[in-house]
């Protein structure tokens, strides 16, 4: 399954960033709020085009025109530059300015698990909706039950 994007928006990418065919296309991208941005795309893109077996794995599309670009970008706005994949920023996802790494990771930043810190297991905070709804199919037939608190707990409390 070759994923084909909604219109002619992305061009041509250059590694940190994506270049728009035109300016109407560049301002509707530009202001779209994280949960927007992370519903444009009806899978998880982690599990379902980075990691090997995914339906859409080795799409070079998805790599080079959303994965690619996005990835790169996030980890050089945390302070890492140079990454190339997910588990090479995992210890990053817990941030609070991570919310485009969990979008692009959404597997290594925990948003496919359902007992994983809720704080962060939102759209509006990177977790797309195609992760977690993997996230809830996991948690089907659970009982609810509160979980331990753990450093990242403490880290967003304390700063």
């Known amino acids: 399954h070759v994923h084909q994007p909604p219109d002619d928006t992305h061009v041509e990418t250059h590694g940190y960033y994506i270049t728009f065919n035109n300016a109407a296309n560049f ?17 998880c893109i982690e599990t379902d085009h980075l990691d090997e077996g995914g339906l859409m794995h080795g799409d070079v ?3 080079y025109q959303v994965a690619a670009p996005r990835l790169r970008a996030a980890a050089a706005q945390l302070g890492r530059p140079g990454v190339e994949s997910c588990a ?16 692009i990771c959404g597997r290594t930043c925990n948003c496919t698990e359902p007992s994983h810190f809720p704080w962060f297991m939102v759209p509006e ?3 797309s909706t195609a992760c977690l709804n993997r ?5 089907e037939g659970e009982q ?16």
Do not use: N
């Open 27 to 43: 301002e509707r991208a530009r202001t779209l709020t994280m949960a927007q941005e992370t519903d444009q795309y009806s899978f």
């Open 61 to 63: 599309l998805i790599w």
């Open 88 to 103: 090479e920023a995992a210890d990053l996802c817990h941030r609070a300015d991570a919310k485009l790494l969990r979008m």
């Open 125 to 127: 905070q990177g977790c």
């Open 135 to 139: 996230a809830l199919l996991k948690f």
């Open 144 to 159: 609810c039950q509160d979980q331990a608190t753990d450093e990242t707990w403490s880290e967003l409390w304390d700063g």
